[in-house]
C-alpha cells in the first residue's frame, strides 16, 4: 500500500511541476532542407497513388519526383553558398545531424546521381508495347505472384508500378540523413530509412521475377543481420561512452569528458566495450559498401534486381555508406586510429584483391559490374586510410566520378536486349561493336573509366586516394591497389575486345533505341566521365573545400 501512495505522490508532483521545465526542440529547418523537401516528396507520392487516376500517375510521378530532387540539390547549393559548408558547419536538430562541408557534398551527389537515376526509372521504350501499353522495367503488379493469371490481367489491363518513385525518395531522404547523422541512432534511423524501401524495389523485375524476388529475400535478410550487429554496435558505445552522441563518445576515447553520470560510472571507459562495439559498428558500414568479407549479397542483388534500380543502388548506397563510415573514423574514433587502422588495411587489401580476381572469372555483365563495385569499395578505403584532409578530399572526388561512372554503365546494359529482356550474358555482347557502334563506344568509355585509364574520372579518382595513401605512410596498401587494377583492366578491356573484335552472331540481340530519358543519364555519364578526367582540377578543389568535419 505504501508502495502505491509513494507512485501516486510521484504522479501529483510530476503533474504540479510547471510546463516550462520542458525544453522545446530546436529544429533548424532551413538547413535540413534538402531532406525535408525529399520526405515530403514521397509522402505528396503516396498521395498521388491513392488519389490520382490510374492513367495520369506516372506522369504526375516523374515529374514530381524530378522536381523535388532538383529543388534539394537547389537548397544543398545555398547552404553551402551561405557558408555552411565552411565558416558556418554547425552541429543541427539538438545535435542529431552535422551541416558541414562533407555532409553537403555527398548530399549533393547523391541528389545529382539520383536525378539521372530515375530517369532510367521512367523509360518505357525499351520492351515492346503490351497490350497496346507502353511498358517499363518494373512488375505490372507487385503483389501478384509470377505467372499467375492476376499478373496477366494487370499486363493486359496496362497497370505500372508507379509505387516506385516514392519508394526510392524514401530511400534518397535515408542517405541524405546517413552520411550527416551526427548521433548513433540517427545513424541507425537512417540506415532502415533507406534500406526498407531498397529491399522493396530490388524484388520488383517486370522479367526473371523469380530471380529478382529471389534477390530481394537475401538482400533483406543479410541486411537485417548487418543492422543486428550495427544495433548491438550501437550498444556497446552506449555503455562504453553514456551517451550515443558523436562528439561524446569522441571526448570519453580521447579521456576529456568532464560530466560523467553515477549511473554508467562503473561501465564508462571500459576498452572492451569500446572495440567491440566500434568493430561491430564498422561491420554494418562495410556491408552496405560491400567490402569483403561482407560482399557476399552484391553479385545476387546486382544480378537480380531491375537493371535501373542496380544502377541507382549501386551508386547511391556506396556514397552514404561511405560517407557514414568517415565520419564514424574521423570524428568519433580518431583516438582509435592505431587500432582500426591495421583491420582496415586488411579489409582494403582483400576487398581490392577479391573483387578483381573474381570479376575475371564472371560471364554476367551484371555480375562483372558487382564484383567491380566490390573492387573499387576496396580502392576508396585506401583514401579513407590515409586519415589527412587529402584522404577525405579524395574519396569525396571518387565517389562523385564513380556514382554517375556506374548509372552511365548500367543504363547502357539496358538497351542491349533479345526476347527475354536484357541479354546480359557476355558471349550476347560479342560483335555489338558492329551492330551498334555508338552504344559500344560509350560502355567502352565507362569500362576505361572504371579501369583507370588516364583522362577518364577514374583514373584521378584512383591517382588521388592512392596518393593520400602513400602520403599516410600506407606504401605497400598502394602498390596493391595498383596492382589489382592491372588484374581489374584485364577484364574490362576483354568486353571491349569482345565487343569490337569479335563477329557478331546471327541470332546476337538487338540495340534498343531509348526515349531522351535514357540518353541524357548516359550522355551526362559520359560528360562527367570526360570532365573529371580531362579538368579536374575545380571539382577537386571543392572536394578539398569540403572535406572538414565539424565536431
Known sequence: ?????????????????????IPAPTIEYAQLAPTLIVVGAAVLGILVEAFVPRKA?????????????????AAVVGLAAGGYGSTKAHIAAMGAIAVDGPALFLQGTILLASIVA?????????????????VDSFAAQAASVPGSDSEKAAVKAGFTTTEVFPLALFAI????????????LTLFIALEVFSLPLYLLCALARRQRLMSQEAAVKYFLLGAFSSAFLLFGIALLYGYAGSVSYAVIADVVDGTVANIDPALASTMGNDALLLIGGALIMMGLLFKVGAVPFHMWTPDVYQGAPTPITGFMAAATKVAAFGALLRLLYVVLPGLRWDWRPVMWAVAIVTMLAGAVIAVTQTDVKRLLAYSSIAHAGFILAGVIATSAEGVQSVLFYLGAYSFVTIGAFAVVTLVRDAGGEATHLSKWAGLGRRSPLTAAVFAVFLLAFAGIPLTSGFTGKFAVFRAAAESGA???????????????????????LMFFSEPKADGPTVAVPSPLTMTTIAVGVAVTLALGLAPQYFLELAGQASTFVR
Open 118 to 134: 530515375v530517369f532510367t526509372f521512367a523509360e518505357r521504350r525499351l520492351d515492346p508495347a503490351a497490350h497496346g501499353n507502353r
Open 173 to 184: 531522404a535515408g542517405m541524405l540523413i546517413f552520411p550527416a547523422a551526427n548521433d548513433l
Open 57 to 73: 500517375r506516372y506522369y504526375v510521378q516523374v515529374f514530381l519526383t524530378v522536381a523535388a530532387l532538383a529543388s534539394a540539390f
Open 475 to 497: 606504401g605497400v596498401l598502394v602498390v596493391i591497389g595498383v596492382l589489382s587494377s592491372a588484374i581489374a583492366a584485364f577484364f574490362y578491356i576483354r568486353v571491349i575486345v
Open 1 to 21: 500500500m505504501s508502495t502505491l501512495t509513494s507512485v501516486h505522490s510521484l504522479w501529483t508532483l510530476a503533474a504540479e511541476a510547471p510546463a516550462d521545465r
